[in-house]
């Protein structure tokens, strides 16, 4: 089965809301959803609650009580950060959500919160195992219909161009499927380019890849080379926690300017010349250790499994890209609802820019977090809206198509003559290195993107696969999508503004005060947006 049927197969399931992904923002959109009145299905690349970034670790919320004044430095404090590209009407609007979601995770989930030692209730942090676990929980007692190891293929649209389900591949049945919906929210978190980090191996980009080949545009993509610290050999990217470290040279003397924030450019240079990167978490005080432990557990497990006691010991690190899941660019949201402008598509969490709340700037966890609650739970009402504004039976009557296209529908006539490794190590040496993606300079991102732009074209006349490897197809494919859209973007903004540095344009251009839009797929393209409600940085 490919997708081109227009009618119902033996393999089709209906439903009026398909969430493709399996992390918070996923599930949060499917319990949305149900509360709605949908029926849901739930469709993840892995086994739901356990796969994706957030399972892996710890995370911190950004939960802020509804004190005028706590709220106001809340939204002050990134503004600067990220270019001032945000919006303060949707962090007011995540910052409500957030807060009435992570309360209502504490009561009706049971999330087992910590206390304060006067009893007030922390829950600005959560614990991802169980988290995630949880949210498992909620989902299927909201009947939620969970296909476990079910990667999505691509999305299915109508004869109006509205999307109209997915099709993708069951990798324990071996076997074909396709889900008709009213609407489906896209949740697939962002893409680290199988770099390594903990948590990212599900992370390709395949949202984005399916949201373009539906007519969507994308945002924010130069906001994409984020790389996390990590003990080497080691998977686990805390950065936080090393705001607390001394950086040193291998000879034991300071390595003068590196940092946890505002400083990793220097790490990165060090390392590309070739030297050793040391770290000590020597500034965090005995109370300070403590709680560390407490607060993110995971982030000990390798010392512990080393013999290492990070406090007081020196140990090697390295840099491992975390590309759009902890960078900001994502897929294009054009409405309060996460809708993306294509009918019948909704957008949460990584796979959809942060702009909103982050502007060119984030990390790990807590804006994160938030928009993952957040934007979650708007997709899935959203989508069940949309499903409910359809005439009853017409989504599962109407003819679709798939829209895939790079992976899956060769254009040229050599259907097996390109190879999905080999195109995944090509992007990889293109976006993974330190001085192309991270340490940018505009001759170096055009040679790169010409490099992927010429791989497109080949994968695209003739990369194709069968079963589990039309899966490694389609990730390759998105892959190479998004490095080119991160490229072009880069390119599109010739400053340094937010994490998007430029060697050779070190300035912020007061010009240059707008988002950039880019889309395409044969053709790539960008144009810039207009702020509406960004803050000033005046």
């Known amino acids: ?46 086994h739901c609650g356990t796969s994706g970034a957030t399972a892996a670790v710890g995370t911190g919320v950004w939960y802020v009580p509804p004190d005028p004044a706590a709220r106001e430095a809340a939204m002050a404090s990134r503004e600067g950060l990220g270019g001032y590209l945000a919006d303060r009407r949707w962090m007011a609007r995540v910052l409500d959500e957030t807060y009435a979601r992570i309360d209502e995770l504490a009561t009706e989930g049971r999330y087992p919160f910590p206390s304060a030692p006067d009893g007030t209730p922390l829950r600005n942090g959560l614990q991802g195992p169980e988290y995630m676990r949880r949210m498992r929980i909620r989902i299927r007692r909201a009947g939620v219909r969970i296909l476990d190891h079910s990667p999505v293929t691509e999305l299915l649209t109508d004869a109006d161009g509205a999307v109209a389900g997915a099709a993708g591949y069951r990798r324990q049945a071996r076997e074909h499927y396709r889900v008709r919906a009213g609407a489906v929210v896209l949740a697939t978190g962002g893409c680290a380019f199988l770099s390594g980090a903990l948590g990212t191996n599900t992370n390709t980009g395949d949202g984005a890849l399916f949201a373009a080949e539906a007519g969507a545009e994308l945002s924010g993509m130069e906001f994409s080379n984020a790389y996390g610290i990590a003990p080497e050999g080691t998977s686990v990217t805390k950065t936080a926690f090393y705001g607390f470290a001394t950086f040193y040279q291998e000879d034991g003397t300071v390595l003068e300017g590196a940092a946890s924030q505002g400083g990793r450019s220097v790490i990165a240079r060090a390392l590309l010349d070739g030297a050793r990167v040391y770290a000590r978490l020597d500034r965090a005080g005995e109370q300070v250790r403590a709680a560390m432990r407490r607060a993110q557990p995971n982030f000990f497990l390798p010392f512990d499994r080393l013999g290492i006691d990070p406090f007081t010991d020196r140990f090697a690190v390295t840099l491992l890209a975390e590309g759009t899941v902890r960078g900001t660019g994502g897929i294009r949201i054009t409405g309060d609802d996460c809708s993306t402008g294509v009918p019948g598509l909704y957008a949460a969490g990584d796979a959809a820019t942060r702009e909103e709340i982050c502007g060119g700037f984030t990390g790990g966890g807590s804006h994160n977090a938030a928009w993952a609650i957040a934007s979650g739970s708007w997709a899935g009402a959203g989508a069940a809206a949309c499903a409910r504004s359809l005439a009853p039976g017409s989504a599962a009557a109407r003819p679709v198509t798939g829209a895939g296209g790079a992976g899956l529908r060769p254009t040229g006539r050599r259907a097996a003559g390109a190879d999905h490794r080999a195109a995944v190590e090509l992007v990889q040496q293109e976006v993974l290195p330190y001085d192309r993606n991270y340490l940018r300079r505009g001759e170096v991102l055009t040679a790169s993107l010409r490099t992927l732009d010429a791989a497109w074209a080949e994968l695209r006349d003739g990369l194709s696969g069968a079963g589990a490897d039309l899966v490694k197809a389609r990730q390759a494919a998105a892959m190479t999508a998004h490095a080119r859209w991160m490229y072009a973007a880069a390119l599109a903004r010739p400053e340094t503004r937010g994490m998007a540095k430029r060697l050779d344009h070190p300035e912020q251009d007061p010009r240059l005060h707008h988002r950039i839009l880019v889309g395409g797929l044969d053709r790539v393209w960008t144009r810039p947006a207009a702020l509406a409600g960004a803050g000033s940085a005046s």
């Open 1 to 46: 089965m490919t997708g081109d049927s227009g009618r119902p197969g033996l393999g089709d399931m209906l439903s009026d809301v398909l969430v493709v992904g399996g992390g918070p923002a996923a599930t949060w959109a499917a319990l949305a959803a149900a509360r709605a009145g949908a029926s849901v299905v739930l469709a993840d690349k892995g």
